[in-house]
């Protein structure tokens, strides 16, 4: 078969990889565009798989980044349920797993990440959950229900967000994870601690301050054994234990990696003709003076899109501040730079761990702020971060209301 040739090629049909075909359409008309996914769907929005699906607010079919008709329009052609094996950057050709290959002008490596497995025995048996795509959404929602009970390994956001999602659809969960109290990466202890309280109220089951160190199969359903002599028999075991970049193509092209896919300014690995966005690119965040990488939503749109442009030749430099989101029962937030609890903390509230505004500050300077039932401020937000002023926490005390 003739090898196909292509302006671009996109590798992963995510929301990096779809908003790239926007950016390359806004410089660029007609040239030839190919986005290969080993997902059978057209790309989705994840975030309402532990979210809106489960309360009802949106249907599967609302969740599509675009219908097949923006594809057509824009004449990309979408290459499903493929999985590229390997690229060879001095030919600029990739070859997927069935051995067809293809030639691309410029490239976006837009591969995500794929969940962290659990080395532990039965950590590998079908039906343990590693909870990210679209299927796993329908495999679990055929489950759950009134009377069904699921293990959630995991208190970062998609461990917390699917037990209360779960626990909202009358499913009996139980919460395993290492630390003590939930999203303790982020949220400062005393936050941390009334969230927690506040998973407790709802009835999950939770066993903070342990681990899952083996998984088995009683008949229809699972035992979990934990590392504190646990033993906790559920119908689901659900893990989220957090993603490693997808690099293995990154480095078939021997471009830099290395907690990510190291990319420069303008989104380029270290093959011009190579670029990097969402999950995977280790990118510089000029506001925080750093380079590192962002798994969030925003990010991936906000990045998917600027290296479409600068593929399609515009050589213009990321410079916006992504920020995220999270809805933990009726505790909702927007963040946005570096929120790290390790950072200086302080925290202004209206109403104590529910309401206000988390300011994350290194050296007497505001590098993240999280605002807590307080909507529409990020760009306030933004601005304190980009200006980089010191400050002493407690003046910032009524600074975003
Ligand atoms: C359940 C869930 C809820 C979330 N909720 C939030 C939220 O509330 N707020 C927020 O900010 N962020 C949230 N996120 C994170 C956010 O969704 C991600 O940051 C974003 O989806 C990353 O997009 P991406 O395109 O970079 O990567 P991915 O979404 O990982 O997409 C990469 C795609 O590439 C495919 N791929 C990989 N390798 C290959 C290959 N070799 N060949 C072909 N295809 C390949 C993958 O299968 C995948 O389809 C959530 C994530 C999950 C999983």
Not at 71 to 83: E, F, K
Not at 106 to 135: F, H
Not at 206 to 214: K, N, S, T, V
Not at 235 to 264: F, R
Request: aromatic fraction near 10%; proline fraction near 3%; hydrophobic fraction near 40%.
């Amino acid at each position: 078969m003739a090898m196909q040739d292509f302006a671009y090629v996109i590798v992963g049909g995510g929301l990096a990889g779809s908003s790239a075909i926007e950016g390359i359409r806004e410089i660029d008309k007609s040239g030839t565009i190919l986005l290969i996914s080993d997902e059978k769907h057209l790309p989705y929005h994840r975030p309402p798989l532990t979210k809106k699906l489960w309360l009802g607010k949106k249907k599967v079919e609302d969740i599509f980044f675009k219908d097949q008709k923006f594809y057509d329009d824009n004449g990309a052609t979408l290459m499903l349920a493929t999985r590229v094996a390997a690229i060879d950057a001095a030919s600029k050709t990739l070859s997927d797993e069935t051995g067809r290959t293809f030639r691309f002008g410029k490239l976006l490596l837009a591969t995500g990440g794929r969940p962290r497995r659990l080395t532990i025995p039965g950590g590998d048996l079908p039906g343990v959950c590693y909870y990210r795509y679209l299927d796993d959404y329908l495999a679990t929602k055929a489950q759950a229900g009134e009377g069904k009970s699921a293990v959630v390994i995991g208190g970062g956001f998609i461990g917390s967000e699917i037990a209360a999602a779960l626990n909202v659809n009358h499913v009996a969960v139980s919460m395993i994870f290492p630390a003590a109290t939930l999203c303790n990466h982020v949220f400062p202890a005393d936050l941390g601690a009334a969230i927690h309280e506040r998973y407790r109220q709802h009835g999950v089951n939770m066993l903070p301050g342990d681990r899952a160190m083996a998984i088995s199969r009683t008949g229809k359903g699972w035992l979990t054994r934990t590392q504190n002599g646990r033993e906790v028999e559920s119908d689901m075991v659900i893990v989220g234990v957090g993603i490693e970049p997808s690099m293995g193509l990154a480095k078939s092209a021997g471009v830099h990696t290395g907690s990510g896919i190291v990319v420069n300014a303008y989104l380029q690995s270290s093959h011009p003709d190579i670029f990097a966005a969402g999950d995977n690119a280790f990118f510089p965040y000029q506001a925080l003076g750093m380079s590192m990488r962002v798994e969030h939503w925003d990010n991936a749109l906000s990045q998917g899109k600027k290296a479409g442009r600068n593929m399609a030749g515009a050589r213009e430099p990321f410079m916006y501040m992504p920020y995220f989101y999270s809805d933990l029962f009726e505790f909702g937030y927007e963040a946005v730079g570096d929120v790290d609890s390790r950072l200086e903390t302080f925290a202004d509230w209206e109403k104590e761990n529910d309401t206000g505004v988390v300011y994350y500050l290194r050296n007497g300077v505001v590098r993240g702020a999280m605002m807590c039932n307080v909507w529409k401020k990020l760009d306030t937000a933004r601005e304190m971060i980009r200006k980089a002023h010191r400050v002493a926490a407690r003046e910032l005390a009524g600074a975003i209301r």
